[in-house]
Nanobody
């Protein structure tokens, strides 16, 4: 399993970024996918998840209404559209998956350490 996140960068508060996570080495359409983030000095935390077919999504409260997770199973890619960015969104963003999680909500309510597969993160920095 390989996951490669990209699309991070430096943006001003109120701006937007779109992260992508390219997957390979497994049957992508069978897995729920998630985005997590880790700010300096803080615990890694869940951001958003999407079910195997894109039929359901789940978000942490702090990003609801601002972030949108989506996926393209034909392209083996999951996306995170981030709008109205805030300085507190600054973090390294990771995509992750695990065969045990089929639903977005279950992925979002389970400890992040339960995810078996992680990509290298992409840095998002939001300036005030």
């Amino acid at each position: 399993v390989q996951l490669q996140a990209s699309g991070g960068g430096l943006v001003q508060a109120g701006g937007s970024l779109r992260l992508s996570c390219a997957a390979s080495g497994f049957t992508f359409s069978n897995y729920a996918m998630g985005w997590f983030r880790q700010a300096p000095g803080k615990e890694r935390e869940f951001v958003a998840a999407i079910s195997w077919n894109g039929g359901s999504t789940y978000y942490t409260d702090s990003v609801k209404g601002r972030f949108t997770i989506s996926r393209d199973n034909a392209k083996y890619t999951v996306y995170l559209q981030m709008n109205s960015l805030k300085p507190e969104d600054t973090a390294v963003y990771y995509c992750a998956t695990d065969a045990a999680f089929m639903s977005a909500q279950r992925m979002g309510t389970s400890p992040w350490r339960d995810m078996d597969y992680w990509g290298k993160g992409t840095q998002v920095t939001v300036s005030s």
